[in-house]
């Protein structure tokens, strides 16, 4: 499935005003460069979109074109304190061995009553809950975030990242800054039952990067 076919969908939705949009038929690569075109398009200002999921359920509306800037894309140096942090636990271990932490966790996600909603409420609150403090307390931030797939998750996570971007943006201070690089893996994912610092996927440079967040 293109790209663009997440993109014709979401604007069909926003031109017929409905406030809702159904994701999960895509990918989270395809989303997350979808969120990341609808939260930076200046046009879509003072709009608000919602991501439905299974079981009627759906997630709070989240803001349209909030991040839109006028700018050069910021560059890693040495003023940022860098940290590779996973999105989801337990999903694929080859990354325990270059992640500091993870936003979201396995234990508290993987339960089958929990609806779409729920996933994704449950990976927004840990994402605000475990940066807020580290952006607002501390100096600049870059965080390579690695995917682990699901798409609630990435939903949830890139929804709470938005929130806080634009709270270093309204603050106007310039240790408020936070760089989000999106990390994905270049191969595909074999299950092995021996992980080791050799094992494919193991190492940073087995990832790509999608467009910057800041």
Request: a positive charge; charged letters at 30%; aromatic letters at 10%.
């Amino acid at each position: 499935m293109k790209l663009f076919e997440v993109e014709k969908e979401t604007s069909l939705c926003i031109e017929r005003k409905i406030n809702s949009i159904n994701l999960s038929k895509f990918g989270h690569i395809k989303i997350t460069k979808e969120l990341h075109r609808l939260m930076y398009d200046r046009k879509l200002q003072n709009k608000k979109l919602s991501v439905k999921y299974a079981q009627d359920t759906r997630s709070l509306d989240i803001p349209l074109g909030r991040l839109a800037i006028d700018c050069e894309t910021p560059e890693y140096t040495s003023h940022f304190k860098q940290l590779t942090i996973g999105a989801m636990s337990l999903r694929h271990h080859e990354i325990d061995f270059f992640c500091d932490f993870y936003l979201a966790l396995n234990s508290e996600i993987s339960n089958r009553n929990l609806t779409g909603r729920d996933t994704h409420l449950k990976a927004y609150s840990a994402t605000r809950e475990k940066l807020y403090d580290l952006v607002f307390l501390g100096d600049p931030v870059w965080i390579r975030l690695v995917h682990t797939g699901l798409q609630p998750v990435i939903c949830g996570i890139y929804h709470a990242l938005e929130e806080i971007i634009f709270s270093c943006r309204e603050a106007q201070k310039p240790q408020f800054e936070l760089v989000v690089e999106p990390i994905i893996y270049k191969g595909k994912y074999e299950k092995s039952k021996i992980i080791t610092p050799k094992t494919e996927g193991a190492k940073i440079e087995d990832y790509s990067s999608l467009a910057l967040w800041f």
